[in-house]
């Protein structure tokens, strides 16, 4: 495909998202019906629609529109790209620009629209991260780093970094986390090479891997992943020592490859259905991964960005307050809770751990760590209380 055929069917994949279509299944129904696409090509085109879905608020702008053919134009044009050597009508470029779409467009005026947030979202945005807001809203317009967790139960940092390069897989050392690489060429084939296989590594954001090395482990402990999902914190978790580890989750068919991926990982995790938690507890410690906005991980998920609505958020501050007081008795005395979002609001992190301090006497506060995409990784935050 040429690259104006490229853009041509980013704009109509963008078209569909626009409409409520999931990005994912955009791309995999164009891909679908256009076999004539080449693994280059369908990389390409999801580039373009990422890179849009990150920078909508600007590119709509720049564009004159909030259509796919709005985004592409403002992309091209935030890139210092004339858009009529693309939107040429040729072969299978998009159709030639009109009169309008050749002068329409103006450059993004509000913060929010410069800095992709959406309108309503900029108070919080600005009052949760303060003089950063501007230099963290700018990190959230760019592609998220690759980053691997090394299984150091199985080899070393430098060890995978070596037996990757055999692979023409490029690395280099993340500060962030001590068994993070971040894959800086050869990303793609990752999930293919034998170390994948073997379990020597998995794929894991290094701020997700730096807040699992943040909690203090140690063999024999007792631990329980309340909000396992897929199991990315229990497998980072249970590398770090000799645990009991169980693993728990609202909705457990989100747990079906954690007991495979224990398995390539060399470790044993029983998951525990909702009833089933209190009988095994109390737990030395209790993380709690919850749910959240994803606002730290829209580099990487930018959709959740548009989706996201006031409603949406006030619900996910009640989901969060509640899973801290229904885990809080399932510590052990002088145990530890850890509270983890993937967040950068205030009303997820600093507001939540203020309120489970007012509701739960008996509790403090013993760390907490917030970082950014500015850090490197995603926008993560870890509160660590103590049970007196
Ligand atoms: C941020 S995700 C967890 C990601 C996972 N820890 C990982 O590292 O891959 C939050 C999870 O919380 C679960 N969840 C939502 N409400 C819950 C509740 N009340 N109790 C327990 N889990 C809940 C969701 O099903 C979801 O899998």
């Known amino acids: 495909m040429t690259p104006a055929a490229r853009i041509a069917a980013a704009a109509e ?35 373009h629609v990422f890179d ?20 592409m134009l403002g992309m091209l044009r935030e890139a210092g790209e004339d858009p009529a050597g693309y939107f040429t009508g040729e072969g299978h470029a998009p159709s030639a ?46 592609r998220a780093p ?8 199985a080899t070393t940092r430098a ?15 993340a500060e962030l986390a001590r068994a993070a690489l971040e894959v800086t060429s050869g990303a793609r084939r990752l999930q293919r090479t034998p170390a994948y296989e073997a379990g020597r590594f998995e794929m894991q954001d290094a701020a997700s891997q730096a807040i699992c090395e943040a909690v203090p482990l140690a063999d024999g402990m007792k631990l329980l992943d309340y909000c396992a999902g897929g199991g990315g914190k229990s497998l980072a978790l249970g590398a ?10 609202a909705a457990p068919q989100r747990m079906k490859d954690l007991p495979a991926r224990a398995r390539r990982a060399g470790l044993r995790v029983t998951l525990l259905e909702t009833d089933e938690v209190a009988g095994q507890g109390p737990y030395d410690l209790v993380f709690c991964d919850v749910p959240c906005s994803g606002s730290g991980a829209w580099r990487r998920a930018p959709e959740g960005k548009w989706r996201l609505t006031r409603e949406r ?11 801290l007081d229904e885990t809080a008795p399932l510590v052990a005395p002088g145990g530890t809770l850890a509270y983890a979002t993937c967040s950068l609001f205030e009303a997820e992190n600093g507001a939540q751990v203020e309120g489970f301090l007012v509701r739960n006497p008996g509790w403090s ?12 990784g995603d926008g993560f935050f870890l509160a660590q209380f103590v049970r007196d």
């Open 13 to 47: 994949i963008l078209d569909r998202v626009l409409e409520g279509e999931a990005a994912e299944k955009a791309l995999t129904g164009w891909a679908r019906g256009a076999r004539y696409a080449g693994s280059k090509d369908r990389a390409a085109i999801r580039d």
């Open 159 to 173: 060890g995978l970094a070596d037996e990757l390069a055999e692979e023409g897989i490029e690395t280099r050392p």
């Open 240 to 249: 770090r020592a000799e645990l009991r580890l169980f693993a728990h989750d």
């Open 146 to 153: 690759v980053f691997i967790r090394v299984n150091r139960a």
């Open 97 to 142: 620009l009109t009169e309008a779409e050749a002068t329409a467009g103006a450059e993004p005026e509000t913060p929010a629209e410069r800095l992709d947030i959406p309108a309503w979202l900029w108070e919080d945005f600005a009052a949760s991260l303060g003089d950063r807001a501007e230099e963290v809203g700018r990190s959230l317009r760019a």
């Open 365 to 376: 506060l013993r760390e907490s760590l917030s970082l950014t995409p500015l850090d490197g």
């Open 313 to 323: 958020l006030d619900e996910l501050t009640a989901i969060q307050a509640q899973i």
């Open 52 to 71: 849009a879905l990150r920078c909508l608020n600007s590119f709509a702008a720049l564009g004159g529109a909030l259509t796919g053919r709005g985004l």
